[in-house]
């Protein structure tokens, strides 16, 4: 009897199931049919504008970022170059006559922004306006828009124009008072990862670096405003310094702003810009929309491809999650490289701070037999390429970065909790053992450490940050002399970069392509990407449910929001910090930008 009804309830669960997934499938099927109807009817208009709201967070490839199933409409997450492409095609579309940038915030690191502010310069080279609306500008958003003819503010908002600043947090005397010790093992002078567990304040070593780079950030977005907006560095400055831009009238009057307006007075305006009927509609379209109705260059006829592998996320060991970098997935993808005999270089586009000193090596390997084969490797550094994210780059041919990424950071830590004053005094847990060798029992959190055991793993971190030394050394051509004095951990700017010996070269990924051609004798190629963002049918499924939900930006099952993304980042890191006996190789913490 007990049998039977275990069976009928299987069964029962098994109909329910199949009930629902039907339920999703006609749900597909309808909302797909009506959304195509809804495509191909409308499209877009003559007399467009293309709306640009860039506060969401955009990776490197489109939807290379972590899955979250949700029957909520989310935005697209296009990749900054699917971005480029678009720009760029909107440039010569006779239906598109400018652009509108709407946002009060941007989701994307330094590099990142200044590659996306030389492509709208581009396309203002076809005559087309560009103009900007905000109700409030961070500072990020407000570099985004100075390359706009035109900036309007509504009269409630402000500029937070003020320079940059680093707030970090440190847990060490929380830590004391729960009864948690850190044992920690670094090596590098400025390895800063590691400040948090060990000390109450910034190290000098963490004050003189980070000091060093956010002044050299600052530097060339000042100089960015200045050139766009004709506005004086040393007037830039006393901005920055009396925060004159914190109403709309201050920032009008100090020429950050070219008019106050609200929402209403920028429709009336921009209907007088293009021709239209005072309380006519005003036909723009999103960027979501127009990548699935913009006619991109047709794709080269040639064999010959030059395939860009997007490195960006957290190295990681293990894993093929989206947005991160694993020897599980990126192995297989560049061995895959190395057996096309149709691709003739590759460029490493990177965007990451670092991780698995495991993994990194493993990567590095695959792109030096790659090398070994025939095919030159070129890395284009993003918004960060540090710590792992430089010992991948570090053998390539050739290194192309922008003057604000932030790179180097060559040093390794490792860090093991000592959680037995907690245990023992105040949860009243102790812990006994017995084992047939010294070491048997590992480097357990509940036992403290004898003197060999953190000796050896003092000694295995330093050899450790030795390959590192040695790889970078002879990846750059330099003494190994010359490596240590720039390593030590150290984080550096793009710019600075180049001058100790770092990069080769400072400008965007469409820079390190062209180089990638050059070094390969190519004139006419293909773009393959990698790696492959592959579906499930679950998402494709709920994806059409949203589309027949309507909206512009609704085709996306991912972590997109700004608030999503800095959650999920905060818990990245976190972990990442607090790995068990694993070597890393990364930056103390990500830097959000304002």
């Known amino acids: 009897m007990k049998s039977f009804f275990s069976t009928l309830l299987a069964s029962c669960l098994g109909v329910i199931l199949a009930v629902f997934v039907g339920f999703l499938i006609i749900s597909a099927i309808a909302a797909s049919a009506i959304t195509g109807l809804s495509d191909s009817s409308t499209g877009y208009a003559d007399n467009s504008v293309l709306k640009l709201s860039l506060e969401n967070f955009i990776p490197e490839k489109s939807d290379n970022i972590p899955k979250s199933y949700s029957f909520e409409n989310v935005p697209d997450a296009i990749g900054l170059r699917d971005i480029k492409l678009l720009l760029e095609a909107a440039a010569s579309d006779s239906k598109i006559k400018g652009i509108l940038i709407e946002n009060n915030n941007v989701s994307i690191g330094q590099a990142s922004l200044l590659s996306l502010m030389e492509s709208l310069k581009e396309f203002k080279k076809s005559g087309k306006f560009i103009y900007s609306y905000a109700d409030n500008h961070s500072q990020s958003s407000y570099m985004l828009c100075t390359v706009a003819d035109s900036i309007f503010l509504n009269p409630q908002g402000a500029v937070d124009l003020r320079g940059f600043g680093a707030t970090i947090p440190f847990f060490k005397g929380m830590l004391d008072k729960v009864g948690v010790e850190m044992n920690i093992f670094y090596a590098g002078n400025f390895k800063s990862a590691t400040e948090p567990f060990r000390l109450n304040e910034m190290s000098d070593y963490n004050k003189i670096q980070t000091r060093a780079f956010l002044k050299d950030m600052e530097s060339v977005m000042v100089d960015e405003i200045s050139q766009n907006r004709n506005i004086p560095t040393d007037k830039i400055e006393a901005i920055m310094t009396g925060l004159e831009g914190r109403t709309a009238k201050r920032a009008l009057e100090n020429k950050l702003v070219d008019a106050i307006f609200y929402r209403d007075e920028l429709d009336d305006f921009l209907r007088a810009k293009l021709g239209i009927k005072e309380g006519k509609r005003i036909k723009t379209i999103s960027l979501s929309k127009y990548k699935t109705l913009a006619n991109l260059k047709p794709a080269s006829v040639s064999k010959d491809k030059i395939a860009v592998i997007y490195a960006e996320g957290e190295i990681q060991y293990g894993t093929d999650e989206p947005g991160s970098i694993s020897d599980k997935s990126y192995i297989k993808s560049l061995q895959k490289i190395r057996n096309d005999e149709n691709i003739k270089a590759v460029v490493l586009r990177v965007n990451s701070p670092g991780g698995s000193a495991f993994t990194s090596e493993m990567i590095w390997r695959e792109l030096e037999r790659i090398k070994q084969s025939g095919k030159p490797v070129i890395a284009s550094f993003g918004d960060y390429a540090a710590s792992g994210g430089y010992y991948i780059s570090s053998g390539a041919d050739y290194i192309v970065a922008q003057p604000n990424t932030l790179t ?129 049918m679950f998402s494709k499924i709920v994806k059409e449910i949203q589309k027949g939900k309507g909206g512009d930006d609704s085709d996306a099952l991912l972590f997109s929001t700004k608030d999503e993304k800095r959650l999920l980042e905060m818990a990245k890191q976190t972990k990442a910090l607090l790995k068990l006996k694993e070597p890393q190789m990364r930056l103390p913490y990500i830097f959000e930008w304002n």
Do not use: C
């Open 408 to 536: 180097g950071s060559i040093g390794v830590f490792m860090m093991l909790p000592d959680a037995t004053k907690l245990l023992n005094d105040k949860l009243g847990v102790r812990f006994d053992t017995i084992k047939t060798h010294e070491l048997a029992t590992g480097f357990s959190p509940v036992l403290k450490l004898s003197g060999k055991e953190k000796e050896l793993l003092q000694e295995s971190t330093i050899e450790i940050y030795d390959l590192f030394l040695e790889r970078v050394s002879k990846g750059r051509k330099l003494s190994l002399d010359s490596t240590k004095a720039i390593a030590q951990g150290r984080v550096w700017t793009g710019r600075a970069g180049k001058q100790i010996g770092l990069v080769d070269e400072l400008g965007n990924l469409d820079d390190a392509i062209r180089i990638a051609a050059e070094k390969a004798g190519l004139k006419d190629y293909k773009i393959a990407e990698y790696p492959y963002i592959e579906e499930d």
